[in-house]
């Protein structure tokens, strides 16, 4: 299925080292870059609009937390289509993709070996690879890989406002055409959002397409979001300047709210039904707990990252 997001819709780890392209040149930026103040990522700059005191938990005292078995493995799915362009392009098929599954998961377990008590039994390990193939399977469905040719994988980008904050991130992958025109293409394993929520998908994407403009130049063609979950499906955007200048805009004033929380040590709680997935509802006030005192501020807190080997995603 595939779904175009026009801007009506809108108003309503490191993995493989060999892969990661650190883009930090400066096309279209100041030559003189400021110095960095504080990092955003889309996931952490999620969560602040999600919850305030959950980016505190993340971000300032860096809680740990347990990993959740559909997080790991979007993970691994990650990294099976990742790997899967390293194949010859008649030789990308789904029987291919799938060879590459059981492989992927043992290499991610050798590098967080806690994952593997995710799991009661080898019954219900096998029950999550299973949710993993079927999402291999899905893919195939919404394009063929022997017919692309991706410019860029995983990549690692990192472009600072004129501010001095950096805004950073992984990007699945990257696509030029002929013409020079960009796609920027992001996985999912779950399903497609109701509309409701299409914005909140969107604002990474955005966001992603924001750091490309400022570090390259030019605004990406085309966003697209591959929904491996459900029934399966694409939603695509169009995005020009006036909305990344918006988005832009947007970041800005998050950061402006995160400083503020810096400086002021308040941190509220947000509650929503996202709540019932937070590790943290026993330090909550919200669900009866007291926050653990905060830590002293560090130079630089925000800018670390924290995002460790095999991280998962979704
Ligand atoms: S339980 Fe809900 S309100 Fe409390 S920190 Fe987590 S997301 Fe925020």
Redesign the pocket.
Known sequence: MLRAIGPRADARRPPRAQTVTAVTYSAGMSPTQPAVIGALSPSRAGDFM??P??YR?RVVDRLPEPPSPAAVRGTVVHAVLERLYDLPAPARTAAAALALLEPQWHRLLAEEPGYGDMFADERERAVWLGGARSMLERYFTLEDPTLLEPAERELYVEAVLDNGLMLRGYIDRVDVAPTGEVRVVDYKTGSAPGAAFEARALFQMKFYALALWRLRGSVPRLLQLMYLGGEGEVLRYTPDEADLRATERKVRALWSAIERALETGEWH????R??GW?N??S??P??GGTPPPLPARQPGDTVRSTRSPGHPRG
């Open positions: 999600t919850c005191l959950l938990f709680p947000r509650p929503s996202l709540c937070c943290h509802r330090l909550c919200e669900f």
